[in-house]
Nanobody, 118 residues
Framework: QVQLVESGGGSVQAGGSLRLSCTAS????????MGWHRQTPGNRRTFVAS?????DTNYATAVKGRFTVSRDQRTVFLEMNSLKPEDTAVYYC??????????????WGQGTQVTVSS
């Protein structure tokens, strides 16, 4: 069974920092990339950051210079600095793999709440 377990969410004042982590298990195939999306109540999930198996990273414009994504084997981290109230959301980690037939598939974590107060 494939499972993604994430943690590290919480409440923090504007300008503070939080570090999220997510570990994927039960995956035997190659992981192409891992990353994070976020979602506010009533809104769809939006891209935050990703890291590919070669180490290349991508960031949403809104978080560039403030967030850092990193990876250690099958654990992905999101270091969030200089947090703003607009960063308040549920953060979901994901991992993209290549299945036996060569097709891609994405697994999602359960989400962790991040609340930033002014």
């Amino acid at each position: 069974q494939v499972q993604l377990v994430e943690s590290g969410g919480g409440s923090v004042q504007a300008g503070g920092s939080l570090r999220l982590s997510c570990t994927a298990s039960g995956i035997s195939s190659r992981i192409n990339y891992m990353g994070w999306h976020r979602q506010t109540p009533g809104n769809r999930r939006t891209f935050v950051a990703s890291i590919h198996n070669g180490g290349d990273t991508n960031y949403a414009t809104a978080v560039k210079g403030r967030f850092t994504v990193s990876r250690d084997q099958r654990t992905v981290f999101l270091e969030m600095n200089s947090l703003k109230p607009e960063d308040t959301a549920v953060y979901y980690c994901y991992t993209s793999i290549l299945q036996q037939d060569g097709s891609p598939f994405t697994y999602w974590g359960q989400g962790t709440q991040v609340t930033v107060s002014s």
